[in-house]
């Protein structure tokens, strides 16, 4: 089971947001984050807990091992504002967590 | 360009069958795994189902157990998703996704669809 902290959170253009997740057991690296816009494909962030996307920004960045993970964007975006997953590659049946929505203030 | 498109989807009563169908194009397909993930409108992601690259079940979430089945032809580029006995709570898009792994398993998703919608209601 994965579980997201905050569940929303509210943030301006600039800021620094971490978004964290944590796992009912240890997982190693096999922990992912994904971006999902209304409409549109979701889109893979980070693997294996650290590992940036080919094309995904700089400003996105991933930490964590075990059973707590963190996916820091370091100043917010306009097109950032979206909805955050984390997901667990480890064993199957994958699981996702219930996801953070990211909110301009 | 990697490019996933699924069709299928639409509205049916509970009960009923749907099958869906994600047509690959810009990778070669028999070397990937494959997976669908369905959203409830408004709602988490849920994996539902996953096929290895050569054909090989990668296991379900238990709610479909039984009632979904999924499938892939190479020839066609394509992957599909038989639903039956389908009801209310399976209403949601359904994502299909590409496995990031090359003829391997990672359990993450590359390249996403942008879904089909079901809904289940009488």
């Known amino acids: 089971q994965m579980t997201q902290s905050p569940s929303s959170l509210s943030a301006s253009i600039g800021d620094r947001v971490t978004i964290t997740c944590r796992a009912s057991q240890g997982i190693a690296n096999y922990l992912n984050w994904y971006q999902v816009k209304a409409g549109k494909a979701p889109k893979l962030l980070i693997y294996d807990a650290s590992t940036l996307q080919s094309g995904v920004p700089s400003r996105f960045s991933g930490s964590g091992s075990g059973t707590d993970f963190a996916l820091t964007i370091s100043s917010l975006q306009p097109e950032d504002f979206s909805t955050y997953y984390c997901q667990q590659s480890d064993i199957t049946p994958i699981t996702f967590g219930q996801g953070t929505r990211l909110e301009i203030k | 360009e990697v490019q996933l498109v699924e069709s299928g989807g639409g509205l049916v009563q509970p009960g009923g069958s749907l099958r869906l169908a994600c047509v690959a194009t810009?990778?070669?397909?028999?070397?990937?795994?494959m997976h669908w993930v369905r959203q409830v409108p408004g709602k988490g992601l849920e994996w539902v189902s996953g096929?290895?690259?050569?054909?090989?079940?990668?296991g379900n979430t238990d709610s479909v157990e039984g009632r979904f089945s999924i499938s892939r032809d190479d020839r066609k580029n394509s992957l599909y998703l038989s639903m039956n006995s389908l009801r209310p709570d399976d209403t949601a898009f359904y994502y299909c996704?590409?496995?990031?792994?090359?003829?391997?398993?990672?359990?993450?998703?590359?390249?996403w669809g942008q879904g089909t919608l079901v809904t289940v209601s009488s």
């Open positions: 810009g990778f070669n397909f028999g070397d990937y795994a």
């Open positions: 996704a590409r496995d990031q792994r090359v003829r391997g398993v990672s359990l993450l998703f590359d390249y």
């Open positions: 096929i290895s690259w050569n054909n090989g079940f990668l």
